[in-house]
């Protein structure tokens, strides 16, 4: 700052030299026409008050950022929690859901046996009825064969 302020003298007292440029207009002051407040330095209270408001406009832009930054940053921590929790679960119940599986799988084998069990025994109760049918044909006609010679 006192570099670039070297040989410059301040705007209102041509024969002081600058210590400061305003923060607002960039104009060069000396110590007496200093106008500081917030660690803020100015060449009068209106270049002063501006400068603290632009200040200010760009703490709540940068403050802003930071929000939308920060809500973003949640956001993803919660979809990546979600995922976690997925996967988690997956995992988790990967077991249980085998498990299961192979419990349809046998109920599944089980009721096929069943039902071939079942179509067995309907095939075996046709079997039994044409046999009792085809013997009590047998025994007729035997009956009147043996009734031929009354
Ligand atoms: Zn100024
Ligand atoms: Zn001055």
Do not use: Y
């Not at 179509?119 to 044409?130: F, H, L, S």
């Amino acid at each position: 700052m006192a570099k670039n302020l070297e040989g410059v003298v301040c705007l209102n007292h041509p024969n002081t030299p600058a210590v400061a440029r305003c923060a607002a207009c960039g104009k060069p002051i000396c110590a007496d026409c200093m106008k500081t407040k917030n660690n803020i330095t100015c060449c009068s209270d209106r270049c002063l008050v501006n400068a603290i408001e632009s200040g200010a406009v760009v703490s709540d832009i940068m403050g802003r950022k930071q929000k939308s930054e920060a809500k973003g940053f949640v956001k993803m921590i919660i979809k990546l929690v979600v995922v976690l929790v997925i996967l988690a679960c997956l995992f988790g119940f990967k077991d249980k859901l085998m498990s299961l599986f192979h419990q349809a799988k046998d109920k599944t084998a089980t009721l096929t046996e069943q039902a071939q069990g079942k179509v067995q025994e309907g095939i075996n109760a046709i079997d039994k009825k044409g046999k009792d049918w085809d013997a009590k044909v047998r025994k007729k006609s035997t009956d009147d064969r043996m009734r031929i010679p009354d």
